[in-house]
């Protein structure tokens, strides 16, 4: 029986890698593009979500981190850093494992949600937490990695940024063509430059036809691709995006401007209410920095902007379980509904009689 191999397996030809490099999987990307029958309803577009939430620990870092710590272990690496906003650190200690090395992670002290803290102690690293923010985090992992023998695997690493590519291919492999569209959350700006590669080495081996605009969304406090300028103090709701100054600026800049995007950003309470709308419309739970795309569209749609008749693939980029506090911080008036083990109690709670 046949079973997706993950992205380096499946993309090994596509890959800029070294050529002996062995392989690090937990069967990573092949994930889902859904319909949004809510978004296409509302835009009268084609609306689809790739939803990057079902990757193996629960987001889209697993496609970048297969590939980063597979040229890790090849070139001998024994243990491997990285600063994270939480995705990243469950990632990297998910498959620092299965790669039997060890994991380092540096985190902004109570500022990443309790899964992602959870899946990174589960997988066995070893948890540093800093009184800093994220970018602090990466600007001392750097200098980790070059005083100390451990592999940086930020997306400052290429290889994150080789793997993060895939998520284009599989669009095109499954649309035929690229979309007219592609809108997606941008924190430190990684992966808009992934996919941007993605979408570029497609188009120029004539595997599509055509670039989509790519359309980046960031949080209205921690948005400095929006504003030009790093952000000293990013504050969000939306932890996973709570990022001053992206690594990936330039990168991200020039895929935004090459393919006629730009970058924009959403408020907190649009990010949570496009999340709590995704869930019960379409029935697909992301984390809240995830729905930063979706709330984008919806407020494009709200001005006006009219994409009747186009392409759309909007990427969330993690599951909703990552970050439950959140999500039911905006519910406790619902599950607060509690009967006696009654069933007319219960019929009459729930409006049924
Ligand atoms: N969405 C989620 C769920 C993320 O975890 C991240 C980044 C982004 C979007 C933004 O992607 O940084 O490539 O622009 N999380 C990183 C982390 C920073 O440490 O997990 P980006």
């Given at each position: ?309 186009s392409r759309v693939v909007v990427t969330v980029t993690g599951h909703g ?33």
């Amino acid at each position: 029986a046949h079973q997706w191999r993950g992205v380096i397996e499946e993309y090994r030809d596509l890959l800029h890698i070294p050529e002996q490099t062995p392989t690090v999987t937990l069967r990573e990307g092949g994930t889902p593009l859904v319909e949004s029958r809510w978004l296409s309803g509302l835009t009268g577009a084609e609306v689809w979500l790739k939803v990057e939430g079902n990757n193996p620990t629960g987001s889209f870092k697993d496609r970048g981190m297969t590939v980063a710590l597979s040229v890790a272990v090849g070139e001998g690496a024994k243990a491997v850093v990285c600063a994270s906003t939480g995705n990243t650190s469950a990632s990297m200690a998910a498959y620092a494992a299965a790669a039997g090395i060890t994991p380092l992670v540096l985190v902004p002290q109570g500022k990443i949600a309790a899964g992602k803290m959870a899946q990174a102690v589960l997988h066995g690293a070893q948890v540093i937490q800093v009184r800093g923010n994220f970018d602090d985090c990466l600007r001392m992992c750097r200098t980790l990695a070059e005083d100390y023998p451990v592999a940086l695997v930020n997306s400052v690493n290429p290889m994150r940024i080789e793997g993060q590519k895939t998520a284009a291919f599989e669009i095109v492999d499954m649309l035929g063509d690229a979309p007219d569209f592609h809108v997606l959350p941008v924190g430190n700006a990684g992966n808009i430059t992934a996919y941007w590669k993605g979408y570029c080495e497609y188009a120029e081996a004539g595997v599509s036809t055509k670039h989509p605009t790519m359309l980046g969304w960031q949080a209205a406090g921690a948005a400095p691709l929006v504003a030009g300028a790093p952000v000293a103090e990013p504050e969000t709701v939306a932890s996973a995006i709570r990022i001053g100054n992206p690594a990936s600026w330039d990168a991200a800049v020039a895929a935004a401007t090459e393919s006629g995007g730009a970058f924009r950003s959403v408020t907190d309470e649009q990010i949570l209410a496009a999340q709590r709308e995704l869930a019960a419309r379409d029935g697909v739970f992301v984390e809240p920095a995830s729905a930063a795309g979706v709330a984008g569209m919806l407020l494009e749609h709200a001005e006006g902007r009219d994409l009747g008749g186009s392409r759309v693939v909007v990427t969330v980029t993690g599951h909703g379980l990552k970050d439950i506090d959140t999500a039911l911080s905006t519910f406790s008036d619902l599950v607060d509904v509690v009967v006696d083990a009654d069933t007319d109690a219960a019929a009459a709670a729930a409006g049924l009689r």
